[in-house]
């Protein structure tokens, strides 16, 4: 009979905690959450010296996207989770090798597609760019140290490099972009992925150059500048539908 009990009292407990992990996050408590996570990612990056290549300020649209397949069922159908969701927290990934990428928790206010269950949740992602050390970085493909040519001496200084067609947002703001659960490819993207302690509760971002809007100045906008280039603005009608539709609706 004690064991009988015991069993249900630590189910019990196990179905409260995991009711709790999906109730609303108190908003002061997150407010206040997220000013510390921005004032340690702000510190960071004020130590760090920006690295631009040369031609990386040119932007463009991914040669491979074809307005004229997109449509708001495309966009929902093409990820596995479609969410509207608050970064809370960025991370950066000092052991990567040639491509800054930052880990990033996400708090899902609204699942738009997908499994419903993850409303109210905590993910992991990652966004292009980020902090990373001189020597896994500047390097030319003989894997010669080149850092000197940007006046970086120190091969284990911490650098910031940046996707100008992926750029990262910051601590605070609302997204809503796609996501597909995080499957390894082979054992060498598993190990890295341990590495940075991405393996469970891990989503990759799908299509961060076309679908991926951030939340500014109370809109919602494809984060992507190319886009809103005075040339690409009427070429990629159903894309800004879909802008359109999202800020009428979330």
Known sequence: MKK?????????LVLAGCSFQNQPQDSKTQTKMIQKNKKVWNKKLKKAQKVEFPGEKILSVPSGYNDEDMSLSRFKNGSQLVVKARVVNLEPELKRVLTPETKASIYIDKVISGDKSLTHSTIKTEFSG???????????IEGQYTGKQFGIKDPQAI????????????????????????????????????KMNLTDNFYIINNPEVTFWIK???????????????????KYSNLFKITKYLNQNF
């Open 4 to 12: 009988l009990l015991g069993l249900i009292v630590l189910l019990s």
């Open 159 to 194: 650098v910031y490099g940046q996707t100008l067609t992926k750029p990262m947002p910051k601590i605070g703001q609302t997204i809503i972009l796609g996501l597909n659960k995080y499957r390894p490819t082979n054992d060498h993207q598993k190990k890295m992925y341990q």
């Open 216 to 234: 500014k100045n109370g809109e919602y906008r494809l984060n992507n500048p190319a886009f809103y280039q005075a040339k690409n603005q009427s």
């Open 130 to 140: 980020g902090l990373i050390r001189a020597k896994n970085y500047l390097v030319n």
